[in-house]
């Protein structure tokens, strides 16, 4: 299986400020077609997950340019720009690569 | 979109649960569909995957005790689940495919005596 490892971030973050989230997998997620296949999430508290990104830098429909996603085939970041605090919440990787598809544990974002 | 799960409840260890996932808003036998997982304060957790044409995949933790199935006519997705274990317990979201951008509201699955 591929293992998802995210990086922790150092809170709170003052609004304003910039954030950036990273993830490592244990194995190339760019398939045969080039494309490079991680999501983003973001889950408020007693949400259910938010999609960000997908194919490493898209976002997805709605989504605010604050958030940029970008990296390698095995390491990426998700960059939030001028923080708000509706951006607080835990923000998780996923590689959907190859199944069983796999998540990062999760980095907590909170907001000063 | 709109994804809308039911049957969860408590249940014992050993016995099964059925949970629904009712989806509209888009032509459901068109899309695979996920169930997605989050166990109390923890992380996410992949499940099971249906394709349009039924072809399914399960995660090795529920493999042999879970199936996920589905019925376009109803417009319905379903998990069956048996022999529940209580690290089972969890909200269970069911996601549509291509690229996860929809999710219901989760339905809660606690399995205790």
């Known amino acids: 299986d591929i293992v998802m490892t995210q990086g922790v971030l150092p809170n709170p973050v003052p609004s304003g400020e910039s954030a950036s989230i990273t993830c490592r997998s244990s194995k190339s997620l760019v398939y045969k077609d080039g494309k490079t296949y991680l999501n983003w999430f973001l889950q408020r508290p007693g949400q259910s997950p938010q999609l960000l990104t997908y194919w490493m830098s898209t976002r997805a429909s709605g989504v605010s340019d604050r958030f940029s996603g970008s990296g390698s085939g095995t390491y990426f970041t998700l960059k939030i720009s001028r923080v708000r605090a509706e951006d607080a919440g835990v923000y998780y990787c996923?590689?959907?690569?190859?199944?069983?598809?796999?998540f990062g544990s999760g980095t907590k974002l909170e907001i000063k | 979109v709109q994804l809308v799960e039911s049957g969860g409840g408590l249940v014992q260890p050993g016995k099964s649960l059925k949970l629904s996932c009712s989806a509209s808003?888009?032509?459901?036998?068109?899309?695979?569909m996920h169930w997605i997982r989050q166990a109390p304060g923890k992380g996410l957790d992949w499940v099971a995957y249906?394709?349009?044409?039924?072809?399914?995949v399960y995660a090795d933790a529920v493999k042999g005790r879970f199936t996920i199935s589905r019925d376009n006519a109803k417009n319905t997705l379903y998990l069956q689940l048996n022999s529940l274990k209580s690290e089972d317990t969890a909200i269970y979201y069911c996601?549509?495919?291509?690229?996860?951008?929809?999710w219901g509201q989760g339905v809660m699955v606690t399995v205790s005596s």
């Open positions: 808003g888009f032509t459901f036998s068109s899309y695979g």
């Open positions: 249906i394709s349009s044409s039924s072809g399914t």
């Open positions: 996601a549509k495919n291509g690229p996860l951008e929809d």
């Open positions: 996923q590689q959907v690569r190859e199944y069983p598809l796999t």
